[in-house]
């Protein structure tokens, strides 16, 4: 029985003055964190913790819910996690039966990563409540058997913008209407597609603090999606599935997913469907499959935030396969249309926890058992490769050592090769870095540093391909431009394994145009410093250095000083005794090795430089490519604007900005915006003709205008540019690519491609590719199948276009990339080509 104090906690209605769920009523963050630091205060079946800070400065919490004997434990059981994680750590059969029958199910929910689907996080003080106080067998059986980390919300800045913005429109013509802001500072609706890279605050947190920590065994994933629909989606997942994802994990998403539907329906929920729209192939947005979990998502049909909705059955409508009106094997019990509200959507979430709780409580032996299994075969296959190398030797060192950042942050085991050695028939230098087989997440890092081919999946033989849900590739190396080796074969080198306060990669300069001579340091006498113009990280040196008034130059031309030769496009800044803080906070590890010091002024053509004012357009249909463009462009350390369409309709552009970036958009969205009819009048409309027109003068003024995939798009139309897209009457059966990594070759001597090797890949998702009738081809497709990774349908139609151009316009230039060149700030590989439009639209001389 629950003891006195825990039956005299508040119900999550009494805290909020109002039943959660109802209707035009949402629970803050502040007022849902309070009620889990109470529950934590209140009951010893609650732990509740401030893990860190959101990236707006708000709590992000974790609350650990289990009975209190557990509770007293936890590093104990932390520890058995880890040991079933990795075979290697245990003796045997025996020792492993010892440790499974002393583990609990560790299951983490999460919920609410996107913030305008609410339901999720109004329900965790619901669920929370049940177990803190429950005297249930079910109750009972989850607080002994399971260890449940309850992320309550996984984005508190997006909820309490959200909040905030919903209760503005109440009342109104508009009420519930989504945001015209991203909810999420950077990333808006892709913050559940950073589980690779780790880019934002919040998806460290939760690796860090839950996912790493812990090792979940299983992980459910709470969203919400359109409302014209089936109810609620739930595993097993639609194909294809992860190639390298063990088959044990599959099956139990399958299993536990049934268990979930099956608890809905005898519970009278109807609309629930299993196996429909969501596949379980990229790595964006799954974490724990990789890491010996088995994901669990659920998609509850949504609402107007906390307006409810009329659905009438005729509204009821297929998007991807699933049938909302139809009895079927996987989904066995239609809706019949009505009035949905966000109590429904509480209600169902709730459901499915619990039955995903009870569940795995009654399984917690199968569960641990397979969790071992899967980490015993991750060690034991041993299936092709052998390793990846990553070579010392890299055109961007900066961006290798951030990839091996994020395969670390990901658990995945680097090695030092102590000395050369030779694989496969290449040699390799002492410190290259080299990921073998036989780890506990070579799953993990074989997925993210093959190329693969994605299995395209068809409706009928003769038919388009089905829209996979998310991107196709993912090969890190392309990505990033580095250089990496996959090892078929078995080979001997002295390795050491990198401990956690290593550096990923070894400092050194970057560039393998830049030849080295003479002393590097800093304390030479020096004429000038010279930045390579090959690494991403050059871009935050030489962005202080403009910010602090340094003299600095781009040469146009390779040169050769002091023994050593660099190519196009190297930095060359006038010494100053003044600037070495400057350095030395940029890289304050590596400042000698970021740059070489001279004592003559290099002779070479070159362009003057000064800092760009930069532009960046923010449309009131929230774009999260503009977040991402904004995301790098800060961790870059570029300066800029956010443009807004009333300050485009204004004009005297040129006389405030250099460069203006018009990241990818629908070309209605970014013209037309929102409709006054349907939405808030003070964030309706777009550019519209008088921003069109007021963007054309800009760039005849000499402005550079930057634009890539539907932004391109928009500037070919209403600039009237002399481009033709040669894709856009093209039908899926003849050309598609969903977000697959290609390869480009690219115009050495042009001022966009300084720094850029010939050849590169680019991430390409349904983009343009152009015939350019005036201006310069800066990176074309070459006359063979550019695919290196993901899917290409009709490959024939890129043989020879353009993918890369700046085409003139009076005074300035458009630079038009049919590609996404800062892609989710993972393509790092082609950053520079976005650098470099920027800079170049301040060159002097």
């Not at 890279?197 to 939760?206: A, N, S, V």
């Not at 990789?290 to 009329?310: C, D, Q, S």
């Amino acid at each position: 029985m629950a003891d006195d104090r825990e039956q005299s906690i508040p119900t999550p209605a009494e805290h909020l003055g109002f039943e959660v769920g109802a209707d035009r009523r949402l629970a803050g963050w502040q007022e849902i964190a309070e009620y889990f630091e109470m529950l934590g205060e209140m009951s010893e079946r609650v732990q509740t913790a401030e893990i860190g800070r959101s990236t707006k400065d708000n709590s992000f919490l974790l609350t650990v819910i289990s009975s209190p004997e557990n509770l007293s434990n936890l590093d104990d059981h932390k520890r058995t996690q880890a040991r079933l994680a990795d075979a290697r750590t245990v003796s045997g059969d025996d020792e492993a039966d010892a440790l499974i029958r002393q583990g609990k199910v560790v299951i983490a929910i999460t919920c609410s990563i996107h913030a305008t689907e609410v339901g999720a996080t109004q329900m965790s003080m619901l669920l929370a409540h049940w177990l803190a106080t429950g005297t249930s067998d079910d109750a009972r059986a989850v607080l002994d058997n399971v260890i449940l980390l309850l992320l309550p919300c996984t984005n508190p800045d997006g909820l309490i913008d959200v909040k905030t913005w919903y209760e503005s429109t109440l009342g109104e013509s508009y009420e519930g209407v989504m945001p015209p802001f991203l909810y999420q500072h950077y990333t808006g609706h892709d913050n559940n597609r950073d589980w690779f890279m780790f880019t934002q605050q919040e998806t460290r947190l939760l690796v860090d603090h839950c996912f790493n920590a812990w090792r979940p065994h299983v992980v459910l994933d709470m969203h919400q999606t359109r409302s014209t629909g089936v109810r609620l989606m739930v595993p097993p997942f639609v194909n294809p599935m992860g190639p390298n994802v063990d088959a044990i994990l599959n099956a139990e998403s399958a299993m536990l997913g049934a268990a979930m539907a099956a608890d809905l329906t005898a519970q009278g929920k109807a609309g629930v469907s299993m196996n429909v729209v969501y596949d379980a192939y990229s790595p964006n947005r799954s974490y724990q499959q990789y890491h010996g979990g088995v994901r669990m998502l659920t998609e509850a049909a949504g609402v107007r935030i906390a307006t409810p909705v009329n659905v009438p059955e005729r509204n009821l409508q297929s998007d991807r396969g699933e049938t909302p009106t139809e009895i079927t094997w996987n989904h066995p019990l239609p809706w019949k249309g009505g009035i949905w509200r966000l109590s429904d959507i509480v209600e169902y979430n709730l459901i499915s926890a619990k039955s995903c709780l009870t569940h795995s409580a009654r399984l917690r032996e199968t569960l641990l058992r397979n969790f071992y299994q899967v980490g015993k075969n991750a060690i034991n296959k041993h299936t092709s490769p052998h390793a990846f190398v990553i070579p010392i030797q890299q055109h961007d060192h900066s961006a290798a050592s951030e990839m091996l950042d994020a395969l670390r942050t990901g658990m995945v085991e680097v090695h030092e090769a102590t000395q050369a050695f030779n694989a496969d028939g290449q040699p390799f230098a002492a410190g290259s870095r080299v990921i073998l087989n036989g780890q506990p997440y070579w799953g993990f890092a074989k997925t993210l540093l093959e190329q693969h081919k994605y299995p395209e999946v068809r409706t009928h033989p003769s038919g388009p391909p089905k829209a996979p849900y998310d991107v196709t590739a993912h090969c890190l190396p392309m990505l990033m431009g580095v250089n990496s080796y996959t090892i078929r074969g078995r080979f001997s080198a002295p390795l050491r394994l990198l401990e956690k306060s290593d550096p990923s990669m070894p400092a050194m300069s970057s560039g393998s145009n830049a030849r080295r001579g003479g002393n590097g340091g800093l304390k030479k006498r020096a004429a000038a410093w010279i930045i390579p113009p090959e690494s991403n990280a050059s871009a935050r040196l030489v962005n202080n250095l403009l910010r602090s008034g340094s003299n600095v130059r781009r040469a146009r031309e390779p040169f050769a000083i002091e023994g050593a030769s660099y190519a196009r496009g190297t930095f060359i800044v006038e010494a100053a005794q003044s600037l070495n803080g400057v350095v030395s906070d940029t890289f304050p590890e590596q400042s000698a090795n970021s740059m070489r010091v001279v004592e003559i002024m290099p002779d070479v053509a070159s362009h003057e430089m000064a800092k760009p004012r930069i532009a960046v357009y923010k449309s009131y249909i929230a774009s999260v490519e503009e977040g991402w463009t904004r995301y790098v462009l800060d961790e870059y350390g570029f300066d800029y604007h956010s443009l807004l369409n009333e300050e485009a309709h204004e004009g005297n552009l040129r006389e405030q900005f250099d460069a203006i970036v018009l990241p990818h958009q629908l070309v209605r969205h970014i013209h037309w915006g929102h409709r006054k009819s349907y939405y808030h009048p003070q964030y309706s409309g777009g550019l519209g003709d008088q921003g069109a027109d007021n963007l054309r003068e800009f760039v005849e003024q000499g402005g550079t205008l930057v634009t890539w995939d539907g932004s391109a798009r928009y500037a070919i139309r209403h600039l009237e540019l002399p481009v033709r897209n040669v894709l856009a009457d093209l039908k899926r059966t003849d050309f598609y690519c969903p977000g697959s990594l290609l390869a480009v070759l690219l115009d050495a001597g042009h001022p966009l491609s300084y720094g850029m090797p010939s050849l590169a890949a680019v991430m390409f998702y349904d983009g343009p590719a152009f015939d350019i009738r005036r201006g310069r081809v800066v990176a074309k497709f070459p006359m063979r199948n550019p695919l290196f990774s993901g899917m290409l349908v009709g490959p024939e139609n890129l043989y020879n276009r353009t993918a890369l151009a700046s085409v003139p316009l009076g005074k300035g230039e458009v630079v038009l990339f049919g590609f996404r060149p800062q892609f989710r700030a993972q393509a790092r590989g082609t950053y520079k080509l976005l650098f470099n439009a920027l800079y170049g639209s301040a060159y002097g001389g």
